[in-house]
């Protein structure tokens, strides 16, 4: 079981892979940091997978909600490599040329991943932030594909993994076709009072839009 009760309407969550499913300002960012920090704390290995923030940004909004530098925690960013190149050695983070790359993406969330596996960690979390990013730089048909490898790899090793996507700026075809990869959805909105948030495919979570803990 993975503890999520700091972040989500549920104390905790089994292992598979979840859709997080949010239109842009709605959160997506900061519930991904949150259930990275959530499993840091509770001695889970993590990796964040981002097309959209540099590995330096994700590491400073990381230790900014800890207080000090993660332990058994590893990045794969795909955006440093466009901008210059990043300077963080590859057993913290593995750089990906762009997220057009999908083979260089899959090859280094293995090796992340193989990294967590061999160390001390129990339980091994997985945000990637964000789908949407990948689908501007390749077809629905293939990054299906890559997303079925890399979902089983987060299953066969009883992980975690929460995938984001915009759901507004797709069509509504395209985020049902990648829903079936998946055991549940996470959802969010911003509501009259506030962000709000109902999960689909977990036991006992409101199925119900509810304020964002």
């Known amino acids: 079981m993975y503890s999520a009760g700091h972040t989500l309407p549920v104390d905790d969550l089994d292992p598979g892979t979840f859709l997080l499913s949010a239109p842009a300002m709605s959160g997506k960012y900061d519930l991904l940091l ?20 540099d590995a330096d940004d994700v590491i400073g909004d990381v230790e ?63 945000a990637f932030y964000s789908l949407s990013t990948l689908l501007m730089y390749a077809e629905l048909e293939t990054v299906f594909r890559f997303l079925h490898v890399l979902t089983g790899r987060v299953d066969s090793i009883d992980g975690l993994g929460v995938f984001a996507i915009d759901p507004s700026t797709h069509e509504e075809s395209t985020v049902n076709t990648l829903k079936q990869l998946f055991d549940g959805m996470i959802e969010l ?6 962000r709000e948030i109902r999960i689909v495919g977990v036991e006992d979570a409101p199925t119900e839009w509810a304020p964002l803990p």
Not at 37 to 52: H, K, Q, Y
Not at 66 to 83: A, I, Y
Not at 189 to 194: A, Y
């Open 34 to 53: 949150s259930l990275t920090v959530e499993g840091i704390e509770a001695g889970d290995g993590c990796l964040f997978v981002s097309t959209n923030e």
């Open 64 to 126: 900014t909600r800890l207080g000090h530098h993660p332990e058994n925690f590893r990045l794969v960013d795909s955006v440093t490599e466009r901008q210059g190149g990043g300077s963080h050695p590859a057993d913290l983070v593995e750089y990906v040329s762009s997220p057009a790359d999908l083979t260089g993406l899959g090859i280094a969330v293995s090796e992340q991943l193989r990294r967590i596996v061999e160390s001390d960690a129990e339980r091994t979390r997985v």
């Open 189 to 194: 909105r911003e509501g009259s009072g506030g």
